[in-house]
């Protein structure tokens, strides 16, 4: 097998919530690597052009959407599609988290974590396989979570999102393959962003004592798998959740 399996020059992906934490790790990764990204912020414009201007290439552009608008993800994936209608790929990366003991927690809560996590997903998806499927080319990488495989305490929205979001994949990956689209999943595990920095030092501390490697991941170490999933070398992967959480998964 070549290396040049994982060169991803000259390859355009998208990014959903480029502008921070693990997607501004995913969105930097992938242009060192030679492709042209466009990527999505939500609120935080200033953050996305400042990614914007620290990437390596040419080419490279930032659209402005809500995943959990409809409306919303049919325009900003439809400029994207305006510029790049021979797309290569969408990493679904863009979520919340609104955590609270089941007993305590609002019917909103609930509702708005699973609307961006999963519904989110859904309308991009929807929106991009299409030319996909004419196109008979592309690759999804979604990012799920170790809790939707583990559950977790005060996240029971989080874990439906994510554990529902490992079984959409499956179902995406079996429905496209037979036109040579992959979908697969990525669980990370703790990675440091700003949503794992709004947790109190206690809960940081037990997350910690729950990684066999002793330590947080970075955003670089989900963006690298991230670019195997999506390059040429991963051809024969469909359909499955690709663990990256310093072996959380197993304690
Ligand atoms: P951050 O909170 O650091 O960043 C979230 C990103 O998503 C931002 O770019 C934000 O845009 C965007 N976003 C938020 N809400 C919406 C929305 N409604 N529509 C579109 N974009 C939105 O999160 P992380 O980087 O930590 O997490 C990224 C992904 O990884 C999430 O799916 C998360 O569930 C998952 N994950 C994270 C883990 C961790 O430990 N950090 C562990 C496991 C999974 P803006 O900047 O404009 O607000």
Known sequence: MSNQLLNLTGKKFFVTGGSRGIGAGIVKTLADLGAQVAFSYSSNEAKAQEVLKSLKGNGHFCVQMDVSNAASVESACGQVLQTWPDIDGVVNNAGITKDQLLLRMKADDFQQVIQTNLVGVFHVTKAFTKPMLKASKGCFVNISSVI????????????????????????????????????????????????????????????????????????????????????????????????????????
């Not at 029971?156 to 992959?182: C, H, P, Q, V, W």
């Not at 979908?183 to 794992?196: E, L, Q, R």
């Not at 920095?197 to 970075?218: H, V």
């Open 148 to 251: 939707g495989s583990v559950g977790n305490p005060g996240q029971s929205n989080y874990a439906a999102s994510k554990g529902g979001l490992d079984a959409f994949t499956k179902s995406m990956a079996l429905e496209l393959a037979s036109r040579g689209i992959r979908a697969n999943c990525i669980a990370p595990g703790y990675i440091k962003s700003d949503m794992t920095d709004a947790l109190n030092e206690a809960q940081l501390k037990s997350l910690t004592e729950k990684i066999p490697l002793g330590r947080p991941g970075e955003p670089a170490e989900i963006a690298t798998s991230v670019a195997f999933l999506l390059s040429d070398a991963a051809s024969y992967i469909t359909g499955q959740t690709l663990h990256v959480n310093g072996g959380m998964y197993l304690s």
